[in-house]
């Protein structure tokens, strides 16, 4: 179910088209994305920067510096919202 429409929708429909520019950083994200960092109490800390790094190698990138800074706030992105939303839960 789609959280903001409150019904099923195939992502297709709900997420906006891929710029071509970014198609790079979409697949090497999509490989690292569970590859985190947890905390002692569980928590999600940040992504991980070798696993990144290892992606970044694998799939020949070669501005590697610039799809690995979108990476890194596209991460920090979610992380945050996932903070607020946690926090708001005990509220």
């Given at each position: 179910?789609?959280?903001?429409?409150k019904k099923d929708c195939p992502c297709d429909i709900c997420i906006p088209?891929?710029?071509?520019?970014?198609?790079?950083?979409f697949d090497?994200?999509?490989?690292c994305q569970n590859q985190v960092i947890m905390s002692g109490s569980g928590n999600v800390v940040d992504i991980n920067f070798v696993?990144?790094?290892?992606?970044?190698d694998l799939y020949k990138i070669e501005n590697q510096q610039n799809v690995f800074d979108k990476i890194v706030k596209v991460f920090?992105?979610?992380?945050?919202?996932?903070?607020?939303?946690?926090?708001n839960k005990g509220k």
């Open positions: 179910m789609h959280e903001r429409m088209p891929l710029l071509s520019e970014n198609k790079e950083t090497v994200f999509m490989q696993a990144i790094k290892v992606m970044l920090h992105h979610f992380l945050a919202e996932d903070r607020e939303k946690n926090k």
